[in-house]
């Protein structure tokens, strides 16, 4: 079955420091997302992207956070300056249609820990 | 604010017994229900779907809907040790198209051999 790959799958920074995560989403999808989920805290949405734009991003994804799909493959979310309550597991996701009920894929998650 | 509800668990169900999870949701014009599992350090998989009111049966597991009572449930049935993880309920508010999932905290289960 396809999946989404996210790397690395741990990331540690230093608070302040810049930090990119990766993900390259199933090749025929369109619609791409960022949820986050802090340990033992609820998997929380922060932004959906389509055509190269954001369509819609939660009030979590604030101007730290930006994304972007810099090629034909792989989407990006770039935390410029990352809090310590960034530490989360981030989790990319696609799906090939926008639909209420379109199954999404998640990647396996990028593990963000902010010393 | 849109808000899901689980019981946090941790629930404990004897192998082979049926385990029953339960969800309820603030959003009275939410469309689509999900289950997730997700296994410790791991990321959400889809188990089942839901969109009408009424039971949706797959394999061993039984998603049930009751929009009047904004309430959605999760039945598992002959419950193996490997059906232990934390389930997360999972809804789509309908006005907004795309996958904009809210999350409840997720009911940890335990399966007792």
């Known amino acids: 079955e396809p999946e989404v790959t996210q790397t690395p799958s741990h990331q540690v920074t230093q608070m302040g420091q810049e930090v990119i995560l990766r993900c390259v989403p199933i090749?025929?999808?369109?619609?791409f997302y960022w949820y986050r989920q802090i340990l033992g805290q609820k998997v929380e949405f922060l932004v959906s992207?389509?055509?190269?734009?954001?369509?819609?991003k939660s009030e979590i994804f604030d101007d730290q956070f930006s994304v972007e799909r810099p090629d034909g493959s792989n989407f990006t979310l770039k935390i410029r300056s990352t809090k310590l309550e960034d530490s989360a597991m981030y989790f990319c996701?696609?799906?090939?249609?926008?639909?209420?009920?379109?199954?999404?894929?998640f990647g396996s998650g990028t593990q963000l820990s902010v010393l | 604010q849109k808000e899901v509800e689980q019981n946090s668990g941790p629930l404990s169900v004897p192998e082979g017994a049926i385990a029953s999870l339960n969800c309820t949701y603030s959003?009275?014009?939410?469309?689509?229900f999900f289950w997730y599992r997700q296994y410790s350090g791991k990321s959400p998989e889809l188990i089942m779907s839901?969109?009408?009111?009424g039971d949706k049966e797959d394999g061993r597991f039984t998603a049930q809907l009751n929009k009047a009572s904004q309430y959605v449930s999760l039945l598992i049935r002959d419950s193996q040790p490997s059906d232990s993880a934390t389930y997360l309920c999972?809804?789509?508010?309908?006005?907004?198209?795309?996958?904009?999932?809210?999350f409840g905290q997720g009911t940890r289960l335990t399966i007792n051999p």
């Open positions: 996701a696609s799906s090939e249609l926008q639909a209420t009920n379109e199954k999404l894929f």
């Open positions: 090749s025929n999808h369109l619609y």
């Open positions: 992207f389509y055509n190269n734009e954001i369509s819609e």
């Open positions: 959003d009275r014009v939410s469309q689509s």
């Open positions: 839901i969109y009408s009111n």
């Open positions: 999972a809804v789509s508010p309908s006005n907004q198209g795309a996958q904009k999932l809210v």
